[in-house]
């Protein structure tokens, strides 16, 4: 195995990853009174947690893309 098809097969990681979050984040704000109802038991303020949370899940989301990109333009440079 090359460098190259180490390359691409963490790039499919990455892309499969990110799109689990980006999926659970968009849940997690578009189904709020769901998961409030749910998370509520014992919380001062649930809405903030569910923010947060869904927060985290972007900002995961958008560190894997930032490494993607590194990713791909490392293939780029290695294409002969």
């Given at each position: 195995?090359?460098?190259?098809?180490?390359?691409?097969?963490?790039?499919?990681?990455?892309?499969?990853?990110?799109?689990?979050?980006?999926f659970?984040?968009?849940?997690?704000?578009?189904?709020?009174?769901?998961?409030?109802?749910?998370?509520?038991?014992?919380?001062?303020?649930?809405?903030?947690?569910?923010?947060?949370?869904?927060?985290?899940?972007?900002?995961?989301?958008?560190?894997?893309?930032?490494?993607?990109?590194?990713?791909?333009?490392?293939?780029?440079?290695?294409?002969?």
């Amino acid at each position: 195995m090359n460098m190259s098809n180490v390359s691409v097969i963490f790039l499919l990681g990455r892309l499969i990853v990110g799109t689990f979050l980006l999926f659970a984040g968009m849940d997690s704000l578009l189904h709020v009174e769901q998961h409030l109802h749910t998370t509520a038991n014992g919380l001062n303020n649930p809405m903030l947690f569910m923010l947060t949370a869904s927060a985290f899940l972007i900002c995961g989301l958008i560190a894997i893309s930032s490494a993607s990109y590194a990713i791909l333009s490392n293939l780029w440079a290695l294409r002969k």
